[in-house]
C-alpha cells in the first residue's frame, strides 16, 4: 500500500552499495554490481602489480558460494594447478569470460597437454567448468581480460591449489618464457581443440 508520499515497500528501487530494511530489526546487506568502473579500476590495479593479475571478491572467504572476478593482463603467470575440496564439498571451478580472451589448458599429472581452449567473450566459447582435480593453467590474450570465477567454498589458502612441480615458480625467468611459449600457441589460428 502506498503512503502519504507515494512510498511503496514492495516497489523499491535500490542502487549499487545501498542496504535496505528487511524489516524492523533487519538491514540487509549492500546491493553489489559489477560496472563497467569497477572493471577499469581492477584492469588498472591488475596492470600495477608484479603478478600482472587482480581480484574483486564477492563474497568473504568463509562463505560457501565463491564469486569474483579476476583481471588478467598478457604476460600474467598461473602456474598449473588443480584443486582439490574436503568430503563433501565439490572442487569444480567455473570461468565466464566477460572482456577480453584468455586460453584455458589442461595438463595431466605428468605436466602433458591435453586439451587447450580459447574463451572469449565474444566467441563461439565463452566460459568454461572444470571438474574437481583438473590441472589447469590460464593465459590471458588480450589487455584488460576479465573473468567471472565460481566455485564452492569456503576458501582455505593452505589448501586451495595443488602444483604440478614440474613448472616453475611465478616471478621466475622460466616462467614468463613459458608464458610467452603459451601465448604463442593459443594464437596460432585454428589452434582451438
Known amino acids: 500500500m502506498n503512503d502519504k508520499k507515494g512510498y ?13 530494511i528487511t ?14 568502473d569497477l572493471l577499469d579500476t581492477i584492469a588498472q590495479q591488475a596492470r600495477s602489480t608484479p603478478r600482472l593479475r587482480q581480484n574483486h571478491n564477492f563474497h568473504e ?18 602456474r598449473p594447478h588443480r584443486h582439490h575440496r574436503a568430503a563433501g564439498v565439490n572442487g569444480f571451478e567455473f570461468f565466464l569470460v566477460i572482456q577480453g580472451e584468455l586460453g584455458i589448458i589442461i595438463l595431466d599429472e605428468s605436466g602433458q597437454m591435453l586439451h587447450q581452449e580459447r574463451v ?10 572444470l571438474p574437481e582435480g583438473t590441472y ?3 593465459v590471458a590474450l588480450a589487455p584488460d581480460t576479465v573473468i567471472l570465477e ?3 567454498g569456503p576458501y582455505e ?9 614440474a ?8 616462467a614468463g618464457h613459458l608464458v610467452e611459449t603459451w601465448q604463442g600457441l593459443l594464437k596460432l589460428p585454428g589452434k582451438q581443440s
Do not use: W
Not at 572467504?61 to 598461473?78: A, C, D, H, I, M
Not at 589458502?157 to 612441480?165: Q, R
Not at 613448472?167 to 622460466?174: C, I, K
Open 23 to 36: 524489516n524492523a530489526f533487519m538491514i540487509s546487506p549492500p546491493i553489489k554490481c559489477l560496472t563497467q
Open 61 to 78: 572467504l568463509s562463505e560457501k558460494v565463491q564469486r569474483f572476478v579476476n583481471v588478467l593482463q598478457p604476460g600474467t603467470y598461473v
Open 8 to 20: 511503496n515497500p514492495d516497489r523499491l528501487v535500490l542502487s549499487c552499495g545501498q542496504s535496505y
Open 136 to 138: 589447469h593453467t590460464l
Open 120 to 129: 572469449s567473450a565474444n566467441g563461439p566459447t565463452r566460459g568454461v567448468e
Open 157 to 165: 589458502p593452505s589448501t586451495d591449489k595443488e602444483f604440478l612441480d
Open 167 to 174: 613448472f616453475p615458480a611465478e616471478g621466475t625467468p622460466a
Open 150 to 152: 565460481l566455485k564452492e
